[in-house]
């Protein structure tokens, strides 16, 4: 999976840089139910970093429901992860998703940083 990466010298804690990475790439449809993980160990060894941090963002997934983690099969993106509704369907979810892209071409042709559309987006979140 070389889409993720980290940025040591973020304030972001390396677990939290990882979880975020995969839940992206599960809502925005590059990983589809199913989809295995690379195991802990090896995506520590590509990343650089120790087991234990892998391990701790695959437990936080797992809690949120984005994946599943089971001896045989090891870490795979759940079901029901990214799923608007019962049925599967996600209303709304293409046109957003299109949207999201759109505003972080915008903002990048403005100049803005990763982080400071990331800041953008998290004030927004927060209006009433």
Do not use: F, K, N
């Amino acid at each position: 999976m070389s889409d993720i990466t980290v940025d040591l010298t973020s304030p972001t804690p390396v677990y939290e840089q990882i979880r975020s990475q995969v839940a992206g790439l599960v809502a925005v449809g590059t990983l589809s139910p199913g989809d295995r993980l690379p195991a802990s160990r090896a995506l520590a060894r590509d990343l650089g970093i120790a087991v234990g941090t892998v391990q701790r963002a695959y437990r936080e997934l797992e809690a949120s429901g984005v994946v599943t983690s089971r001896r045989r099969t090891g870490t795979v993106v759940a079901a029901a992860a990214g799923r608007g509704d019962v049925d599967g369907r996600a209303p709304g979810r293409a046109g957003t998703v299109e949207d999201a892209r759109r505003l972080v071409a915008r903002a990048r042709e403005a100049g803005l940083s990763d982080e400071a559309i990331l800041d953008v987006v998290r004030g927004v979140l927060r209006e009433p």
